[in-house]
């Protein structure tokens, strides 16, 4: 169970601090309005000290089944009989651990472990075997599934007598955290964020303190690949006696007129004597003035108080997609005059509302939900995915359209919501257990808590697929999981993610919005059967595409990239997109998936696919051709036209191919070497083919609005034998923070500066200066070269490389070198702070 202090005694909040809230309510109206012109406080250093821990690990592979070459853990049946040093060699503070690996946190151990293609797939494993990419992990690799994490903490005499503590935000799987010996901690589920108190434990003379982290990541929560590690941050707080805990603030704001009343729930602890507390808060507007401040009456606290008040914003601007304004509230803790604790929360005004007949509103104006669904792992990186790389990834579907991500099957990690926050998209969070055991109802308080006060949550989902999903029992299930998050966080809805049962007595009755996996044609029976209820399409399409490949070859594992392939249980994009976009009433859907992911190779569930096929994107975040299928339709005041195949078909001169135009212009002509194939119209949220006989040379797309006018071009040309790489970064500019970095796309182009479309080269990556390569990739789903190679081929044309500056800075330089190519240089340049 989690060691924060969450709000579930509000009921029984101490009669001081009732005083206190009627108090603060009474003195805040008069207050916000002095307070809207003041212009920004000089900030002031926090008594409160946070410390990101992700330089100065340790890591070694343990062992799962061998005690002895597990260090030791377990090894003589008493682990959990005293505390000290028995636990495991590891824990020992002149334990040498100098031949250990160096690793950064985030990190995830299972990124780097080879493949293990089975002799024969046993039938019944595929779903495991598959499904989690082929990696050596898991029962029967005991040797690659258990990990060992050590470094020493930056604690010492400055904090005796302080609340210190540790901020998981999510280590897969089952980590047993010790500090000096002791088992200060275990967690068993991969996802839920998770607080461990250690003051108990530290030493506060000159003795270094040590925390080992064993994590065992045997066993599974997921049919897919989840990876293994400590692969989010990790931080080290050390807050005074009187202060507010981990998620100890609850922020609700809600417009009001032109304003907006913020309310804001605030548990206080004490963990000495009863003393006096005073709290202040200070609600800091989007551009950094003060929109609102107060200091409310002294509280007396012994242990734990919770303080209640009301806050408001004369003239509040609102978050939206096209506009994500958050407002920062600082609080602080004064004892005696003086602030001892201080802590800053984030937030956005703005309202939600799901109408059965309407769709979703925000802010009073309806919205569609354009989403997409997807895993937390990236090519070169595996799960462990940098601040960086979530913000581009974020970009990514934004550029396509996207205004709303869903967290599947887990919830995310607070980089990414804070991401969200800041730019503008949704965010449907998932609990991974749909089960009301302790562990799972404890893993489903810590994702609310730790996340509620993030503007870009919209809804918050209980299950996915569930097995029990039409039957009563998953609806009483479902009914009780939904009612703790209304408990914990009444202003938003539930929903859950079904792929049956939805007119039977399940779990379709428990939720507050229904989420229909695919059979997306079947929401109008529902809708005639329950049309007060919401609906949305938690996943939807499934298409399944090889980047750049447009023949279906099984043989190879290829799928062609046009819209027209999916699995049984799915359908295409245009097929959902055309029933869901004409009906006002259904609130939107989320495609599977945005990008590709490890694992869960449909159609191919065999060796060597070891990652989908389902994005829009590949693994690397290169789009497919479906990509601009829903930018055209998901950006429509942004005149567009796409052009597939690519035109480069030697040997098939003459025969005919097939040409398609995805685009949002009303019309589109067709030329080849200036020859016209016809203008036509585009019809409504389809796209146009031709059958066109090959000739190298031009394959131009011309989109006309309405009135005739040109609006928008797309070409193919042929291109000739590869010549030249070209690297390109999305900034050249980066922080030498240790954290930052640059993705790098590598692309093929022939001697006339034309790209090749089919470019299949090896190329050998090397990098000098203050920065590391984090991993490669290319996009192909049957590529099996390790994540960390510093050699790639090129898949149709491209790869990628992710490069991380380190805490120095200077100019970092990517060389790439190809068989028959001129040599490639990028710069880069790291910067201090």
């Not at 598959?130 to 904090?159: C, E, K, M």
């Not at 609005?705 to 590869?722: C, K, L, M, N, S």
Request: charged share 20%; aromatic share 10%; hydrophobic share 40%.
């Amino acid at each position: 169970m989690t060691s924060s202090f969450p709000p579930l005694d509000r009921r029984r909040v101490l009669a001081a601090s009732l005083a206190a809230a009627s108090g603060l309510a009474c003195a805040d109206q008069a207050l916000a309005k002095a307070a809207v012109q003041t212009p920004p406080p000089t900030p002031t250093p926090s008594p409160r000290r946070e410390v990101v821990l992700d330089d100065g690990w340790r890591f070694h592979l343990g062992h799962a089944a061998d005690p002895a070459r597990d260090f030791g853990f377990g090894n003589w049946g008493r682990t959990y009989a005293k505390p000290g040093f028995d636990v495991a060699e590891t824990v020992k503070p002149d334990f040498d651990d100098s031949g250990w690996e160096a690793v950064r946190v985030p990190h995830d151990w299972a990124s780097a472990l080879p493949y293990a293609p089975p002799a024969t797939m046993e039938k019944g494993r595929e779903d495991f075997i598959a499904g989690h990419g082929f990696r050596a992990i898991g029962r029967d690799f005991p040797q690659n599934s258990v990990g060992w994490y050590r470094r020493t903490l930056p604690v010492g005499a400055q904090d005796k007598g302080r609340a210190v503590w540790l901020e998981f935000d999510g280590v897969f799987r089952n980590a047993v955290v010790i500090v000096n010996g002791y088992i200060a901690h275990e967690n068993a589920g991969g996802y839920a964020p998770f607080r461990v108190d250690i003051a108990d434990y530290l030493n506060y003379d000159d003795k270094p303190n040590l925390l080992v982290i064993r994590v065992d990541a045997s066993l599974g929560e997921g049919w897919f690949y989840e990876g293994a590690g400590i692969y989010r941050h990790v931080r080290l707080v050390s807050a005074a006696a009187q202060h507010i805990p981990q998620w100890g603030i609850c922020v609700r704001a809600e417009p009001r007129g032109q304003g907006a009343i913020v309310s804001v729930s605030t548990d206080l602890v004490n963990l000495g004597a009863q003393t006096a507390v005073q709290l202040r808060h200070r609600v800091m507007a989007p551009d950094g003035g003060v929109a609102a401040a107060g200091d409310g009456p002294a509280v007396a606290v012994a242990g734990k108080a919770v303080v209640n008040r009301s806050i408001t914003i004369p003239r509040a601007r609102l978050w939206s997609v096209k506009d994500p304004a958050l407002y920062r509230l600082i609080s602080e803790v004064i004892v005696g005059g003086e602030v001892v604790d201080r802590v800053e929360t984030r937030f956005g005004v703005r309202s939600l509302r799901f109408d059965g007949h309407q769709g979703f509103f925000l802010n009073g104006t309806p919205v569609k939900l354009l989403g997409v669904c997807n895993h937390q792992d990236h090519a070169g990186v595996g799960t462990a995915i940098p601040d960086a790389l979530h913000r581009w990834r974020v970009a990514q579907m934004q550029e396509m359209g996207a205004n709303a991500w869903r967290s599947a099957h887990n919830p995310p990690s607070q980089a990414l919501l804070d991401l969200c926050d800041e730019m503008g998209m949704m965010m449907i969070a998932e609990t991974r257990l749909n089960n009301t055991s302790p562990e799972a109802m404890d893993e489903l308080d810590r994702m609310i808590l730790s996340s509620r006060n993030h503007p870009s949550i919209i809804l918050w989902s209980v299950g996915n697929e569930e097995g029990h999903q039409g039957a009563p029992r998953g609806r009483n299930i479902s009914a009780k999981l939904a009612a703790r998050c209304k408990e914990l966080d009444p202003t938003r809805q539930t929903t859950q993610a079904m792929d049956n049962g939805w007119y039977e007595d399940g779990a379709a009755r428990a939720v507050d919005v229904v989420g229909f996996n695919y059979r997306t044609d079947k929401i109008a029976g529902f809708k005639a059967k329950y049309p007060d209820t919401p609906v949305i399409g938690t996943e939807t399409a499934s298409t399944v595409a090889t980047r750049g490949e447009y023949a279906n070859d099984a043989a190879r594992h290829i799928v062609r990239a046009y819209d027209t392939e999916a699995p049984w249980w799915a359908s295409t994009g245009e097929a959902w997109w055309s029933i869901v976009a004409r009906d006002p009433g259904i609130a939107g859907g989320f495609i599977w998936t945005g990008f590709d992911y490890r694992g869960e190779p449909t159609p191919y569930a065999a060796w060597p696919s070891v990652s989908s096929y389902f994005g829009v994107a590949d693994i690397c975040g290169f789009p497919k051709d479906n990509y601009y299928y829903y930018r055209a339709w998901w950006r429509p005041e942004l005149p567009q036209v796409h052009l597939l195949p690519h035109w480069n078909w030697a040997g098939r001169e003459g025969q005919p191919i097939e040409v398609w135009a995805h685009g949002n212009c009303a019309q589109v002509e067709l030329r080849l070497n200036g020859r016209g194939f016809g203008r036509r119209e585009m019809p409504r949220n389809g796209h146009l083919t031709w059958s066109v006989p090959y000739a190298p040379g031009v394959l131009e797309a011309v989109g006309y609005d309405a009135q005739g006018r040109i609006t928008a071009r797309d070409r193919r040309v042929t291109a000739g034998a590869p010549s030249t790489l070209r690297l390109s970064a999305n900034a050249a500019r980066l922080r030498a923070d240790g954290a930052d970095m640059a993705i790098i796309r590598a692309e093929v182009f022939d001697r006339a500066g034309r790209p090749v479309p089919t470019a299949a080269v090896p190329i050998r990556f090397a990098l000098s200066g203050p920065g590391r390569v984090l991993g490669t990739g290319n996009g192909d789903p049957t590529d099996t070269t390790p994540d960390h190679s510093l050699e790639r081929r090129t898949f149709n044309g491209l790869a990628q490389v992710l490069v991380q500056a380190d805490r120095s800075a200077g100019q970092i330089t990517l060389t790439a070198q190809g068989e028959g190519l001129a040599p490639a240089r990028l710069d880069l340049f790291a910067h201090t702070i």
